[in-house]
């Protein structure tokens, strides 16, 4: 397999997104580098209180990265737990009771955490 490199390890784009979702008060923000993974290199979990404001936050973070000429995908959103993909990053934002319910945290358990908010 080879290794990827993604424009996301780029911390001034780390950040840009963080603040995002930051601005957008998504909370218990948890952001996992993952080594062993085909599919990202990086995967962020946040909770969100309704579907307007996961909606928002997606749409935002979609004019960011297609202002940086990347491609991105979103699924779910109009569910309690929705995904967003682009350049080897996965975000999933989940309502309180659907991060409990699918408790992804535990596939990650061997990830570095990278940052935490709340």
Same mark, same amino acid.
């Given at each position: ?13 780390? #950040?840009?997104?963080? #603040? ?5 008060? =998504? ?13 990202? #290199?990086?995967?962020? !979990? =946040? ?24 491609? *991105? *995908?979103?699924?779910?959103? #109009? ?7 682009? %350049?080897?990053?996965?975000?999933? *934002?989940?309502?309180? %009771? ?6 992804? %945290? ?7 955490? !990278?940052?935490?908010?709340?």
């Amino acid at each position: 397999m080879t290794e990827r490199k993604t424009e996301f390890t780029n911390n001034f784009f780390f #950040d840009n997104v963080i #603040d995002i979702l930051l601005t957008q008060k =998504c909370t218990n923000i948890k952001a996992f580098k993952v080594e062993k993974n085909s599919f990202f #290199d990086v995967v962020i !979990m =946040c909770n969100v209180t309704s579907n307007t404001q996961m909606v928002s936050s997606v749409k935002k973070l979609k004019n960011l990265v297609k202002s940086k000429n990347k491609n *991105f *995908f979103s699924e779910g959103i #109009d569910s309690s737990w929705a995904l967003v993909e682009f %350049e080897g990053v996965g975000i999933h *934002f989940f309502t309180e %009771e659907a991060r409990e319910y699918y408790n992804l %945290e535990d596939l990650f358990f061997d990830s570095n955490l !990278m940052l935490q908010y709340g």
